[in-house]
Antibody, heavy 125, light 108 residues
Framework: EVQLVESGTGLVQPGGSLRLSCAAS????????MNWVRQAPGKGLEWVAY????????DYADSVKGRFTISRDNAKNSLSLQMNSLRAEDTALYYC??????????????????WGQGTLLTVSS | EIVLTQSPATLSLSPGERATLSCRAS??????LAWYQQRPDQGPRLLIY???NRATGIPGRFSGSGSGTDFTLTISSLEPEDFAVYYC??????????FGQGTRVQIK
């Protein structure tokens, strides 16, 4: 059974830092691209960061670029998100999300097929 | 950025009724669109990928259609567990995916 379990819940002051982690199990972690997606209280979903299966390629939403760093340890089946210079608007539930590759009539497609339960970050003074 | 607009914001229906949810993209995403269900206090669950393909384990009452800029998720006969929030998501700008704002399906 695929499982993604986030940790690192915290209350942080504006300008502070926090590291979120995700423990993956039930699949060959090193073969999958991974993402962090967040959801502010009562709001919709916002993609935050992406990392390729090898860790070689990363990408970030403009709202977090330069402040957040996504990384992975394939030997430990873990995904991380280092968050610095935190702002009130970063307050959200953060989901660890797996991408799966689909070959759709010769087109390469990636869809987010498994999500964790989320871990809550609150940025407040 | 590709913006997805979902309608309606809220759908009030009774169990057994048919639900029709809409998602419109600000520019063509071809068929690169997915639908997710989110129940309270749970992470989203993939229902439909590439506009019309049911994900593994998803019941046949869920179906998706559309291409380009206009997409529809249909639930043919609502079960009690289907009352939830539904999001569409485009992958045309992958990995910079974007989501619609969601449609809440609630019990009438």
């Amino acid at each position: 059974e695929v499982q993604l379990v986030e940790s690192g819940t915290g209350l942080v002051q504006p300008g502070g830092s926090l590291r979120l982690s995700c423990a993956a199990s039930g699949f060959t972690f090193s073969r999958y691209n991974m993402n962090w997606v967040r959801q502010a209280p009562g709001k919709g979903l916002e993609w935050v960061a992406y990392i390729s299966s090898s860790g070689k390629f990363t990408d970030y939403a403009d709202s977090v670029k330069g402040r957040f760093t996504i990384s992975r340890d394939n030997a430990k089946n873990s995904l991380s998100l280092q968050m610095n210079s935190l702002r009130a608007e970063d307050t959200a539930l953060y989901y660890c999300v797996r991408d799966t590759y689909y070959d759709i009539r010769g087109f390469d497609r990636f869809y987010s097929d498994y999500w964790g339960q989320g871990t809550l970050l609150t940025v407040s003074s | 950025e590709i913006v997805l607009t979902q309608s309606p914001a809220t759908l009030s229906l009774s169990p057994g009724e048919r639900a029709t949810l809409s998602c419109r993209a600000s520019q063509s995403v071809s068929n690169y669109l997915a639908w997710y269900q989110q129940r309270p206090d749970q992470g989203p669950r993939l229902l439909i990928y590439d506009a019309s393909n049911r994900a593994t384990g998803i019941p046949g009452r869920f179906s998706g259609s559309g291409s380009g800029t206009d997409f529809t998720l249909t639930i043919s006969s609502l079960e009690p567990e289907d009352f939830a929030v539904y999001y569409c998501q485009q992958g045309s700008s992958w990995p910079r995916i974007t989501f619609g704002q969601g449609t809440r399906v609630q019990i009438k």
